[in-house]
C-alpha cells in the first residue's frame, strides 16, 4: 500500500491564481481530513469528510474548497491564492471503527508559497 | 485556541536522560492521541490513550492521561538521538469527532 499520497510536494502561486492540492489514500479509509501547518504550529484543520459525498468545515474553512466524490480522493482547492495561505498542507485519513475514533494516517504534505 | 496544549514548548536533553512533555484540553474527550513529527515530514501516530484509562505503554513511550484536570503527559525514556522531533498530542473534534486539534507541539532535542 502507499498509504497517503499528496502532490505536488511543492509549489509557488501568485496572488490571486487558484489551484488544487490533491490527496489519495489507498488504505479504503471512510475520514480524510486537510490540515494547514504554519512554522513553529500545530496543526489547524481546514476540511474534512466522513465519507463519499459528506464534507464539513474545520476551523480554517475560509479560501478553500472540497469535494469527496470516491472513497479514496479528497482535492483541496484554493479559489483565490493570498500570501497569507503560504502554509505545509497535510492530508490524513483514518479507518472507520464503530464507537471509537481511530488514529490518522498523514501524507508526507505539500509546501505551498504564495507570492 | 488550540483545543490541546503543550509544555514545554522546546526541551532540550543528553542521550540516555527521560524527556517529559505534558498537554492541556478544555473540552471532554473520548481519547487523547499523540504524534511525532520529524523535521519537513508528515505526522506520525505514537499512542492513544482512551478516556477510561488513565496510563499506558508502548515501548520507551509512557501516557498518563488525568480527565480531571484535563491533561496528559508523555514519557520518552532512555531518549535516542533519533528521538529529535517535534511531538504534538490532539484530541478528536468535528461532527461526530471525526477529525482531530493539535496543540502547538513540544520541539525535543536530543544531544548525542
Known amino acids: 500500500n502507499a498509504g497517503v499520497t499528496q502532490t505536488p510536494k511543492f509549489q509557488v502561486l501568485k496572488t490571486g491564481q487558484s489551484m488544487t492540492l490533491q490527496c489519495a489514500q489507498d488504505?479504503?479509509?471512510?475520514?480524510m481530513s486537510w490540515y494547514r501547518q504554519d512554522p513553529g504550529m500545530g496543526l489547524r484543520l481546514i476540511h474534512y469528510s466522513v465519507g463519499a459525498g459528506i464534507t464539513d468545515q474545520g476551523e480554517v474553512p475560509n479560501g478553500y474548497n472540497v469535494s469527496r466524490s470516491t472513497t479514496e480522493d479528497f482535492p483541496l482547492r484554493l479559489l483565490s491564492a493570498a500570501p497569507s495561505q503560504t502554509s505545509v498542507y497535510f492530508c490524513?485519513?483514518?479507518?472507520?471503527?464503530?464507537?471509537?475514533?481511530?488514529?490518522?494516517?498523514f501524507g508526507p504534505g505539500t509546501r505551498l508559497t504564495v507570492l | 485556541s488550540q483545543q490541546g496544549e503543550e509544555d514545554p514548548q522546546a526541551l532540550s536533553i543528553q542521550e540516555g536522560e527521560n524527556a517529559t512533555m505534558n498537554c492541556s484540553y478544555k473540552t471532554s474527550i473520548n481519547n487523547l492521541q499523540w504524534y511525532r513529527q520529524n523535521s519537513g515530514r508528515g505526522l506520525v501516530h505514537l499512542i492513544l490513550?482512551?478516556?477510561?484509562?488513565r496510563e499506558k505503554h508502548s515501548g520507551r513511550l509512557r501516557v498518563t492521561l488525568d480527565t480531571s484536570k484535563k491533561s496528559s503527559s508523555l514519557l520518552i525514556t532512555a531518549s535516542r538521538a533519533a528521538d529529535t522531533a517535534s511531538y504534538f498530542c490532539?484530541?478528536?473534534?468535528?461532527?461526530?469527532?471525526?477529525?482531530?486539534?493539535f496543540g502547538s507541539g513540544t520541539r525535543l532535542q536530543v544531544q548525542p
Open positions: 490513550i482512551r478516556s477510561n484509562e
Open positions: 488504505m479504503n479509509h471512510e475520514y
Open positions: 490524513a485519513s483514518s479507518p472507520r471503527t464503530s464507537g471509537e475514533y481511530n488514529e490518522q494516517f
Open positions: 490532539a484530541t478528536p473534534k468535528g461532527t461526530g469527532r471525526r477529525a482531530l486539534t
